[in-house]
C-alpha cells in the first residue's frame, strides 16, 4: 500500500484541472468569435451551435497541447521540487504566457475575419514580414475595437482568478523509487494520450487532423471557421508546404480538358498602351454597375465615378478574385497564378521565371512599370514585381513627397494618382500598373475631405468614395495626356472586405470583385454588359490578346473578349479547400478529393449536391477540377510558368 501513497494524484487531478480552464476559455473565445462575425457565418439553431462546439473540442485539444507541452511535462516530470512554491510560480509564468499569447490570437480573429474570410494562418508572417508599421496597425486596430482588448483582459483575469482557487499543498516524496515510477507511468500515459489528442485520433491510418478537417462537421463550409480556433489554425499552418505533385489523369486530358496553353490571332498596327488598376479592397458590392439586377433591398452604389465609366466599357457582373490578399491579386492579375491554400507568392517556387502580362509586354517592346504608393517592398510587391520583369518601379521613394503620407500605410490615393498620370507615357507603348492603398483599414480619409462623403453603413464605404473621387481627378488629368487616346483600362479589385449586404455574405461572392474594361479608341470595341463568369487571371491572357500577342501564352485563364472559346475554370480557395467554377456546377476540392458540387447559382454553398445528382456534366467537372489541380502543382514545382 505504501507503493500506491507515492502515486501523485493530487498533482495530477490539478494538472487536469488547468487544462480543463483552457478547455472551458477556448469554447467562450469561439462563441464570441461566432457572435462577432453571426453575419456572415450562418447557424440555425443553438442545437446546431452546439454540434459545431462539440467537433471544435478536437481541434482546441490539438491548440492546447501545442501550447502546453512544456507546462504539462514540467508539471509531471520527477524531480521531488515540483510542489514548491517556487516552482509553482514558475509554471503559473509559464502557463499564462503561453497560453496567453495563443489566446490572443483568436481575438484577433473577431475583427479580421471579416477581411480575410479564413482563421488565422502563419500566412500573416509573410505579410508582416514586408510590413514596417506592424505594430502601429496593431495599436490602431485595438482602438478602433476596444471590446476585443477588453474581452481578452476580462477573460484572462478570470482565467487567472479560477487557476488559482485551486492550489497544489506542498508535499515530498516519502520513498523515491515508487515516486519515480508512478511518475514515469503517468508521463508515458501522458505522451501517448497527447500524441492521439494532436493528432486527433489514435487510428495509424489517420492523418494530424487538418483546416480542412473541419468542414466534416457542417452543413455550410463557412461554418468550418466556427469549429476551427485561431491557434490550431495558426501552428497548423507552420513551416507547411501543400505543394505536392499529385496525379490523376493523363497529360492528354489536361490538354483536351484545361487547355494550360493559349494561343490568339488578333492583327493589330498600333500597338495600344495597357493601364491596369488594382484597386485595394475593391469588392464588386460597392459599384452599382455590377448590382443593377441583384435585386439587393435599400441598395447603395459608394462608386459614382467608376459606375459612369462603366456605362462606357465592357463590364463583367460575375467577376471572382483568386486570392484573399493583396499579393495574391497581384499574381492572379498580372501572371495568371491564383492562390490555392498555400499563397504561390511565399512558397519556395515564386522566385522562377514566369510568363505574364508583364513578359509578354516587354517581348514586345512595352516600357513596363509597376506603381505602388507605399514604403518600397511593402506586401512583397517590389520583388514579386523584379521577378515579372517589370523595367521601373514607382514607390513612397520615388515619389518624394512624405506630407501625403497617409501615416500608416501608402501616399493618399488622390496624390498619388495624379503622379501616376503625369509620369507614365514618356515611352510608348507602355504598360503601367498601378496598386491603390486608400480603400483600406484603418478606413480613414484625408482630412481636408472630412464630409465630403457619406459614412454608409460599413467603415469601407466612406474610404470606397475617396478612391472612387481620386480615379476620377485622375482620369481628368489622364485625358490631357498624348497618350490617353490609344490606351486600354484595366479595373479590378484585389480581394474584398467589409460586406453590407446579405447577397455578399455567401460564401462565394467573398471573392466577388469587379472587372472593367475600357477605351477612349472604339476600335477595341470595349463596349457593354457580359454575364460570362470571369475572374483576375482572365486579365492577363485578355490583354495580351487585344495588343496581338500571337505566340502560345501559359495561362489557366481565358481571353475574354475573343471568340476562340477556351473552357472557363473559375478558381481560388478560402484557405482550407479549393474551389472551381466549371459549368453550371461549382466543385470544393480539398487536395485529394471532391468533397462538394453546387449548382453554379448557389454561392452560398447551402446545398450539397454530392452523391445526390449524377450526371455526365458534373462526373467531367469533377475529373478537370482535379486535373486543373494536377496541372498547376506540376507546372508551380517544376517551375514550368515561363
Known amino acids: 500500500m505504501k507503493f500506491f501513497k507515492e502515486f501523485r494524484k493530487q498533482e495530477l487531478l490539478v494538472l487536469l484541472y488547468r487544462i480543463f480552464l483552457a478547455y472551458v476559455f477556448y469554447q467562450i473565445a469561439r462563441l464570441l468569435f461566432w457572435y462577432f462575425n453571426k453575419e456572415l457565418i450562418k447557424v440555425d439553431s443553438v442545437s446546431d451551435y452546439f454540434n459545431l462546439a462539440f467537433h471544435g473540442t478536437a481541434f482546441d485539444t490539438t491548440a492546447i497541447l501545442y501550447v502546453n507541452a512544456l507546462f504539462i511535462l514540467l508539471s509531471l516530470i520527477p524531480i521531488v521540487i515540483n510542489t514548491k512554491k517556487a516552482y509553482q510560480t514558475v509554471l503559473f509564468w509559464l502557463y499564462f504566457v503561453t497560453n496567453g499569447i495563443a489566446y490572443a490570437m483568436n481575438f484577433g480573429d473577431f475583427i479580421y475575419y471579416k477581411f480575410s474570410q479564413a482563421r488565422l494562418t502563419s500566412t500573416a508572417l509573410d505579410v508582416a514580414k514586408h510590413e514596417s508599421n506592424v505594430f502601429k496597425v496593431f495599436t490602431v486596430s485595438i482602438g478602433q475595437h476596444p471590446f476585443v482588448l477588453i474581452w481578452f483582459v476580462v477573460l484572462m483575469a478570470l482565467w487567472i482568478f479560477l487557476y488559482k482557487k485551486v492550489k497544489i499543498t506542498e508535499q515530498k516524496p516519502v520513498k523515491l523509487i515508487p515516486y519515480f515510477i508512478w511518475s514515469v507511468i503517468v508521463l508515458c500515459a501522458t505522451i501517448v494520450l497527447s500524441i492521439g489528442g494532436i493528432r486527433g485520433d489514435f487510428k495509424h491510418s489517420t492523418r494530424p487532423i487538418n483546416l480542412v478537417d473541419a468542414n466534416r462537421f457542417v452543413v455550410n463550409p463557412l461554418q468550418g471557421n466556427v469549429v476551427l480556433n485561431s491557434t490550431f489554425s495558426f501552428f497548423r499552418t507552420l513551416g507547411t508546404n501543400n505543394f505536392k505533385e499529385v496525379h490523376f489523369v493523363d497529360e492528354k486530358y489536361i490538354t483536351d480538358h484545361v487547355q494550360p496553353y493559349k494561343i ?9 498602351n495597357i493601364v491596369i488598376f488594382i484597386v485595394e479592397s475593391f469588392g464588386r458590392e460597392y459599384s452599382g454597375a455590377f448590382n443593377k439586377d441583384k435585386n439587393i433591398k435599400g441598395y447603395v452604389s459608394y462608386t459614382p465615378f467608376i459606375d459612369s465609366l462603366a456605362g462606357q466599357s465592357l463590364i463583367f457582373p460575375n467577376t471572382f478574385a483568386n486570392g484573399r490578399q493583396s499579393i495574391h491579386g497581384m499574381s492572379s492579375v498580372l501572371a495568371g497564378i491564383p492562390s490555392l491554400t498555400d499563397a504561390f507568392t511565399s512558397s519556395p517556387y515564386s522566385n522562377q521565371k514566369i510568363q505574364s502580362i508583364v513578359s509578354v509586354c516587354n517581348d514586345l517592346g512595352y516600357d513596363t512599370s509597376f506603381y505602388h504608393g507605399a514604403p518600397n517592398g511593402s506586401m512583397g510587391f517590389l520583388g514579386f514585381g523584379n521577378i515579372l520583369g517589370f523595367k521601373h518601379y514607382f514607390g513612397k521613394t520615388e515619389y518624394n513627397h512624405d506630407e501625403d503620407f497617409d501615416g500608416m500605410w501608402a501616399i493618399w490615393d488622390e496624390p498619388f494618382l495624379q503622379y501616376f498620370a503625369k509620369n507614365v507615357g514618356k515611352k510608348q507603348p507602355f504598360m503601367a500598373t498601378v496598386f491603390t492603398a486608400s480603400s483600406h483599414h484603418p478606413f480613414k480619409i484625408p482630412e481636408k475631405y472630412n464630409g465630403k462623403f457619406k459614412k454608409g453603413t460599413i467603415e469601407m464605404h466612406e474610404p470606397m468614395q475617396y478612391t472612387d473621387y481620386s480615379i476620377k481627378k485622375y482620369f481628368e488629368t489622364a485625358k490631357k495626356q498624348p497618350w490617353f487616346n490609344n490606351t486600354i483600362f484595366v479595373f479590378t ?118 452523391g445526390k445528382l449524377k450526371t455526365p456534366e458534373i462526373e467531367k467537372g469533377m475529373q478537370t477540377a482535379k486535373a486543373w489541380f494536377q496541372d498547376y502543382m506540376d507546372r508551380v514545382i517544376n517551375r514550368k510558368l515561363k
Open 264 to 272: 490568339y490571332d488578333r492583327k493589330v498596327e498600333n500597338r495600344p
Open 493 to 610: 479589385g484585389d480581394h474584398t472586405n467589409q460586406i453590407a449586404y446579405g447577397e455578399y455574405e455567401k460564401a462565394m461572392n467573398r471573392f466577388a470583385v469587379p472587372l472593367i474594361l475600357y477605351s477612349p479608341n472604339p476600335e477595341y470595341n470595349l463596349k457593354g454588359v457580359n454575364p460570362e463568369t470571369a475572374q483576375q487571371i482572365d486579365i492577363y491572357p485578355t490583354l495580351a490578346d487585344l495588343i496581338g500577342y500571337n505566340k502560345p501564352i501559359r495561362s489557366w485563364g481565358r481571353s475574354v473578349v475573343s471568340d476562340k472559346k477556351y473552357p472557363s475554370i473559375v478558381v481560388n480557395s478560402d484557405g482550407s479547400s479549393e474551389q472551381f467554377i466549371i459549368g453550371d456546377h461549382m466543385y470544393r476540392f480539398d487536395g485529394k478529393q471532391i468533397i462538394g458540387v453546387y449548382d453554379k447559382n448557389d454561392l452560398g454553398f447551402e446545398n450539397n449536391l454530392m
